[in-house]
């Protein structure tokens, strides 16, 4: 690069707030927060990196392909998921050129401006790989090679850059199907459980789910236990569950479309999964059974103790064409209005006041925390709130959801950051930010003479570092 190497620093005080005297205060509250460990208990990068834990063998493959937020806002711009090597699963061509690809993310470097995406970019570029200058077009192939030549040396590898990004646990998700082989060998060689498994059982739970008959099948087969019938199927979730907590699971996940968890009469729960089986079950069964297999999931944590995590409202693969030709996780997640109230009523009169129980609710609906999951989680011992994310991964929107939910719930009703990516790279900018925003409200409290000092820097590390690990604390 022309530029010198050390010419390109990032101002230390972004995401502070901009008046003189909370800015002051929110530097020394993220002064004892910014460099604590990571704890990233929601996220979804292959496990198979790290066991392989080869070199990235350039940019592109590392920073674009995977961040579907990136990828997102160039196809918004009508370039498509294709053009940025994305890989087609009909057959049709892709970009294989990862230095085109670069180029082209290069050359829209401006699209980005005033997003997250922006910010946790420039933390990557700046912070984490020491890049010389911002991209744009007229470096893009020098930028490109300073990547090549970083990005071949050992301190970047996978699990290196775990060590670089303080990350002291890490959670994976993983199909309810999954045999775990990975986990269990990085146990072995990390004398530990640092990369833990996360268990996601939704293509199971949604008999809609294209691929539910060839799922349940192959759950008979990984668990040993046919699931011929109803009872049969809760008792091989069981049995994959304890798999899943030998190899140092923590929690499960569910990403359904509602949040309802009315629990089925034992004989229609039956009647719906015998139908299911025959192929002739209606979208009133599949949302019946979708609701009531979450109730069967609350039991199960309250047996078994892995917290549950929900997120619903968000309508999968909104593009149904996009999703054909790119899979599940390209056809654009775009989030609807959803109710908590009614719907998690039945699950938390059962459960919500069980010491041995533990829920995590999250959403991409911001104006629902004031509204309804605050007071939930002020009031139900066994409800927390997951911080924003994935949509609400921005500075404006945490700073909103402080402000909705922590007059209700407070701040020890909630879980910490939570930042669901699979883009590995981007991990300690998005806990980074994180940090920062709430540095900034805690500072708002104390000119407000709402906190002091004191109280407001215990305040943030207990909510970069304490919280995550209570709210996805193991039980004894």
């Known amino acids: 690069m022309t530029e010198d190497a050390n010419s390109w620093t990032l101002d230390p005080d972004r995401a502070l707030p901009a008046e003189p005297t909370a800015r002051a205060v929110a530097r020394e509250i993220y002064a004892a927060s910014g460099a604590l460990p990571i704890v990233s208990m929601h996220g979804h990068v292959d496990v198979d990196l790290f066991l392989d834990n080869q070199p990235f063998a350039n940019a592109s493959e590392l920073l674009v392909i995977p961040d579907h937020y990136l990828v997102r806002m160039l196809v918004s711009q009508g370039m498509t998921p294709a053009d940025l090597g994305v890989q087609t699963r009909d ?8 230095r085109e690809i670069w180029r082209r993310f290069c050359q829209n470097w401006k699209l980005f401006r005033g997003t997250p995406t922006r910010y946790w970019l420039e933390h990557e570029f700046a912070v984490v790989f020491g890049a010389p200058a911002p991209p ?45 082989a990975a986990h269990r ?29 060839d799922d349940v099948a192959r759950l008979s087969e990984v668990s040993g236990i046919d699931a011929g019938d109803f009872d049969s199927f809760l008792q091989a979730l069981r049995q994959r569950r304890d798999v899943f907590i030998a190899a140092g699971a923590r929690a499960t996940d569910h990403g359904h479309l509602s949040a309802d968890t009315t629990e089925l009469e034992p004989s229609q729960a039956r009647r719906i999964y015998a139908a299911a089986l025959r192929g002739e079950a209606d979208d009133a069964d599949a949302a019946a059974f979708a609701g009531g297999m979450l109730f069967e999931m609350a039991r199960m944590s309250a047996e078994d103790g892995l917290v549950m995590q929900l997120h619903p409202g968000v309508l999968r693969n909104h593009n149904s064409a996009v999703r054909q030709r790119y899979g599940a996780d390209a056809g654009f997640d775009i989030p609807v209005q959803i109710e908590f109230t009614r719907a998690l009523q039945p699950l938390l009169n059962s459960f919500g006041m069980n010491p041995d129980f533990r829920m995590i609710a999250f959403t991409t609906d911001e104006t629902v925390y004031s509204r309804e999951l605050a007071p939930l989680a002020g009031a139900y011992p066994a409800l927390r709130l997951g911080a924003p994310w994935w949509f609400l991964d921005s500075p404006e929107q945490m700073r909103r959801f402080r402000e909705s939910a922590v007059e209700t719930a407070g701040f020890y009703n909630t879980s910490g950051f939570v930042d669901d990516t699979r883009a590995l790279a981007s991990i300690p900018a998005r806990h980074d930010l994180s940090r920062r925003v709430d540095a900034g409200f805690l500072a708002r409290l104390v000119t407000e003479g709402r906190l002091d000092l004191a109280e407001a820097v215990e305040t943030a590390v207990d909510l970069a570092y304490n919280l995550p690990l209570l709210a996805y604390a193991q039980r004894a």
């Not at 040396?153 to 199909?175: I, K, Y």
């Open 185 to 213: 060998k990085l146990a072995e060689l990390d004398g530990g459980q640092r990369i833990v498994p996360t268990f996601r059982p939704d293509s199971l739970l949604q008999i809609n789910h294209r691929s539910w008959a």
């Open 91 to 98: 057959g049709t061509p892709f970009e294989t050129d990862p």
């Open 136 to 180: 744009s077009a007229q470096n893009a192939d020098e930028l490109y090679d300073f990547f090549l030549e970083t990005l071949a040396r050992d301190e970047f590898r996978p699990r290196a850059l775990l060590d670089r990004f303080n990350v002291e646990v890490l959670a994976t998700t993983d199909s309810a199907l999954s045999d775990l």
